[in-house]
């Protein structure tokens, strides 16, 4: 398998490997909540609700990542 095919694959895997950490941690009101990667990925694209309208900006590059990772596997095969 060529460079060619790697890189695509191999960022796609530690995009899927990263779900599997904590994302960030919150302190309120003196208990500490951990958020899950996977967590934040699937809520992100609601966050604009709640007013967070700079944390959308930001998980829509899930999105762009995710159809350049489509793009680029299907040119390669």
Do not use: H
Request: with cysteine.
């Amino acid at each position: 398998m060529d460079v060619r095919k790697r890189i695509p694959l191999a960022s796609l895997l530690i995009f899927i490997i990263s779900f599997c950490f904590t994302a960030f941690k919150v302190e309120d009101m003196g208990e500490i909540k951990d958020y899950k990667s996977f967590e934040t990925f699937l809520i992100g694209s609601i966050s604009f609700l709640g007013g967070g309208l700079f944390e959308f900006l930001v998980w829509t590059a899930n999105i762009s990542s995710l159809l350049q990772w489509y793009s680029v596997i299907k040119n390669i095969f």
